[in-house]
């Protein structure tokens, strides 16, 4: 039987560093809040574990937290801790919501880099007949800055954690630090946290403590250094958010190139975590990929384009600078450059939509073209439909909007107006410049035109008056 754990998420801090209104675990890094990273690696350890549990320490910003959690984590326990007076008072806050868990893992809710295998890892540090009472992550940093230091005896076994603040000069000189992430024996956290005091440079009570005052008591504390030292990168400035985003980031990119997907240049390729590709898609320079966006099999993503929350296709081209967000492009579809596909466009196979064309709650099916310079908006075009440049669809009225209905086969002449709520059947054919006002029945044609006037040699003739007038005006001067 796995053994029941509880995961205890510490996120009441104030996070004054950030010089922000915003809880600091509410920012975002690589499109998700810190928070939700962290709630991502719990999930991954809690899942099939009968009696576990996900509990959040709440306490500044709350108001903006629990709101968030009911959302994204439902599940999850919230504790108050108000105020916020060290890191051992916060899981203290949390010792009444355990329930039957026998472990407790600490983690903070602004480390977001950590992995479910390195939680893991942490965690199983406690298995039966390790005589382990606590597990402690660590890492080794060139600048260990204001983390925790790892202090260890003449035999090079873990001894306490000294904060930055209350270090002396050669403590402050240890490299290795204090993730602020740990596994805890249920049984030896809840002896000990009543022991600890605030007597120290922040007047805290300090979780790390505990581990020291573990130590004394005999129990067996293991100091476990993290394989890769960014995982424990905890943000507290905006400095840091900027650095964890860039690490964050690299790794999707790491993960699109392990799925078949080639980046060009992908230093300059912005990809939020969970973006997914198919084998064989290219992503070319200075493009930014977010939400949740799939790109299909053997797709390209031309130079510049911006992707937010939508699916494209297989074998999908999409030329340079366009921008698509809450789209669906479907197989095969060619789409830009310049183009701007806005929520509710649904692309289907072999559609193209070129250059200068916004689309927003457009269904275009299957074949359909719309090349240059067209307004395609609540509306939908039937299959092997070809709009031409410069059609608009009226879809607002500067009251309500309403929607128009293109058949199948259609040719739509360049630069119509199409005044919604209008419907062109099947095979209809609409000439070029028409203002559509009345719906147009299958296979009709419809045109809208003033008649044209010639003027033989009219040409020559307003040439000459316009000469004269001009030579005119300059004897004047
Ligand atoms: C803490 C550790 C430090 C470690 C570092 C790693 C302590 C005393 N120090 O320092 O050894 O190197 O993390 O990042 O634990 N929080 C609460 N309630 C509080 C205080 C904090 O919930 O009263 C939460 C914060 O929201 C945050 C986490 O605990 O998620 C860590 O708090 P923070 O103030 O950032 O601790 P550090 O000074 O970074
Ligand atoms: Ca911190």
Request: aromatic content about 4%; overall charge neutral; glycine content about 12%.
């Amino acid at each position: 039987m796995p053994v029941p754990v509880a995961v205890v998420l510490l996120a009441a801090g104030r996070g004054v560093r950030m010089r922000s209104a915003r809880p600091k675990v509410l920012h975002e890094a690589a499109g998700k809040p810190l928070v939700d990273h962290v709630v991502a690696a719990a999930r991954a350890l809690l899942a099939g574990r009968p009696g576990s549990r996900l509990v959040v320490v709440a306490g500044a910003g709350r108001e903006e937290l629990i709101p968030h959690l009911a959302r994204t984590a439902p599940d999850a326990v919230v504790v108050v801790q108000d105020p916020p007076r060290g890191t051992g008072d916060a899981v203290r806050a949390a010792l009444a919501a355990l329930g039957d868990a026998t472990r407790v893992v600490v983690l903070a809710g602004d480390v977001p880099l950590l992995t479910a295998g390195t939680l893991a890892r942490l965690e199983g540090a406690l298995d039966a007949g390790s005589g382990t009472g606590i597990a402690v992550l660590t890492a080794h940093l060139a600048d260990a800055g204001s983390y925790g230091r790892v202090v260890r005896d003449g035999e090079g076994r873990f001894a306490r954690i000294v904060e930055a603040k209350d270090a002396s000069p050669a403590e402050r000189a240890i490299g290795e630090i204090n993730s602020g992430l740990y596994a805890f024996d249920r049984a030896v956290l809840e002896r000990q946290l009543p022991r600890l005091t605030d007597e120290n440079a922040q007047g805290e009570f300090y979780l790390t403590d505990v581990l020291g005052l573990a130590v004394e008591e005999g129990i067996g504390v293991v100091a476990i250094p993290a394989g890769d030292a960014s995982e424990v990168l905890g943000v507290n400035s905006r400095a840091e958010l900027a650095e964890v985003d860039a690490l964050l980031r690299r790794r999707a990119a790491l993960a699109a190139m392990a799925a078949g997907a080639t980046l060009v240049r992908p230093e300059t390729i912005t990809l939020d975590e969970g973006v997914t590709f198919g084998p064989d898609a290219v992503v070319e320079p200075f493009v930014t990929i977010t939400g949740a966006s799939s790109v299909g099999a053997g797709s390209r993503i031309g130079q510049g384009c911006v992707v937010a929350s939508s699916t494209i296709g297989a074998n999908v081209v999409v030329r340079p600078y366009c921008v698509i967000e809450r789209a669906v492009v479907g197989d095969g579809a060619v789409v830009g450059p310049f183009a701007r596909l806005r929520e509710g466009t649904d692309l289907g196979p072999e559609v193209h939509v070129g250059n200068f064309v916004e689309t927003k709650k457009a269904r275009l099916a299957k074949g359909a073209k719309a090349n240059h310079l067209t307004y395609l908006g609540d509306c939908s075009v039937g299959e092997r439909t070809n709009v031409g440049a410069g059609v608009i669809t009226c879809n607002y009225d500067g009251f309500g909007k309403h929607h128009t209905e293109i058949g199948a086969g259609v040719f739509v002449g360049s630069d119509v107006q199409l005044v919604a709520p209008v419907t062109v059947g099947d095979g209809a054919v609409v000439g070029a410049g028409a203002t559509i006002t009345k719906d147009v029945p299958a296979g009709a044609l419809a045109t809208s035109r003033v008649p044209q006037k010639t003027i033989e040699g009219g040409g020559a003739r307003y040439r000459e008056r316009k000469t004269a007038e001009k030579a005119a005006r300059a004897a004047v001067k």
